[in-house]
């Protein structure tokens, strides 16, 4: 159904700055939500910053340093990170949902873009 590639990943220094973006083949408008997470080796995939018609939330590990925001029109989100930080080095997932019923939401992924921080 919907496909998502992000972008924009890379090496940067700590301290630097990336900006990824998702990129869907179908409209974002009627999602229910979205978001990016990342998962580093070893560890389990987590949400980073989530984004709703009305509302943004983010992991407490980057309040203040990332920021997501989506572009309907050209069907796309994006995540400004600043003050990148080593243990920021993750493999970051781009995510949309769709409400199907009051239980269930269908969930569509991205295959990931890398980012390393280094120090």
């Not at 940067?12 to 229910?32: D, K, M």
């Not at 943004?56 to 930080?85: C, E, H, P």
């Amino acid at each position: 159904q919907v496909q998502l590639v992000e972008s924009g990943g890379g090496l940067v220094q700590a301290g630097g700055s990336l900006r990824l973006s998702c990129a869907a083949s179908g409209s974002i408008f009627s999602a229910s939500a979205m978001g990016w997470y990342r998962q580093a080796p070893g560890n389990q995939r987590e949400l980073v910053a989530g984004i709703t018609s009305g509302s943004t939330n983010y992991a407490d590990s980057v309040k203040g340093r990332f920021t997501i925001s989506r572009d309907n029109a050209k069907n796309k989100m994006y995540l400004q990170m600043n003050s990148l930080k080593p243990e920021d080095t993750a493999v970051y997932y781009c995510n949309v949902k769709y409400r199907r019923t009051v239980y269930y939401e269908d969930a569509y992924w991205g295959q990931g873009t890398q980012v390393t921080v280094s120090s």
